[in-house]
């Protein structure tokens, strides 16, 4: 059975949180709707429909659908000027080279997936790609983690989920996988930790640097 790491990529590989939250802010302003920053970038990690549902229930089809038009609208010819998280590239090709199957599972349609994983500048090291396309439910559901796993071929207790929100780890752990944060996409220690991360770090290079040390250890020792 394999053993392995299922990255998110929003926040986690390539610093766009942000970027999407000034995105969603605008698209909501151009429909009329005032929505707050804040609460906009905790809903971030939900796929596009999951985010709406999540900030504005009782929107319509139609206002729904217009909203999230606007947001790829002011949000792709942001793309141009992502850049990855520290230590992305090299904590994703160092796993891979110690005999991990390197994952990426996120709520980005397949041609924004493909585009931010090259990125990283290891696209390489990664084996599957799970995108929006290939699932029904985003994360916090359990679909996107289970997926990763049955594509890579892993079972859930030899892989861990690294991401950044704590949609992540909910989805992780109700599909049975550990998951370890990363704040690289702006949410706290504690958030995470109550999420149900074992541990959390600054960002992609914090964890390589304490890689030893870290909860992977237990996989990279198996």
């Known amino acids: 059975m394999r053993r392995g790491v299922i990255f998110d990529l929003d926040g986690t590989l390539v610093d766009t949180t942000y970027l999407h939250v000034v995105a969603w802010w605008e698209a909501f302003r151009r429909n009329r709707r005032d929505v ?3 609460d906009i970038h905790g809903a971030i990690g939900r796929a596009d429909r999951a985010l709406l549902d999540y900030l ?3 929107a319509s089809e139609e206002e729904a659908q217009a909203i999230s038009d ?5 949000y792709k010819p942001r793309l141009d000027d992502v850049r990855p998280v520290p230590g992305a590239g090299e904590l994703m090709r160092t796993l891979a080279d110690r005999g991990l199957t390197v994952v990426v599972a996120t709520s980005a349609p397949k041609d924004q997936a493909e585009r931010l994983v090259k990125i990283t500048g290891a696209e390489d090291a990664v084996a599957v790609l799970v995108h929006a ?5 985003s994360k916090p559901h359990p679909e ?17 989920m690294i991401g950044d929100s704590v949609w992540d780890a909910l989805s992780a752990r109700a599909a049975g996988a550990a998951c370890m944060g990363v704040r690289s996409g702006g949410i706290d220690t504690a958030s995470l930790l109550d999420a149900g991360a074992e541990a959390v770090y600054k960002d992609c290079r914090d964890l390589l640097y304490n890689l030893e040390e870290s909860p992977l250890e237990r996989l990279l020792r198996s």
Do not use: T, Y
């Open 144 to 160: 996107p983690v289970r997926q990763a796993l049955d594509k890579s071929g892993m079972a859930a207790e030899q892989a861990f």
């Open 133 to 137: 396309g290939d699932v029904d439910k």
């Open 56 to 58: 504005l229930p009782k």
């Open 36 to 38: 707050l920053m804040l």
């Open 70 to 74: 606007a947001h790829a609208e002011i």
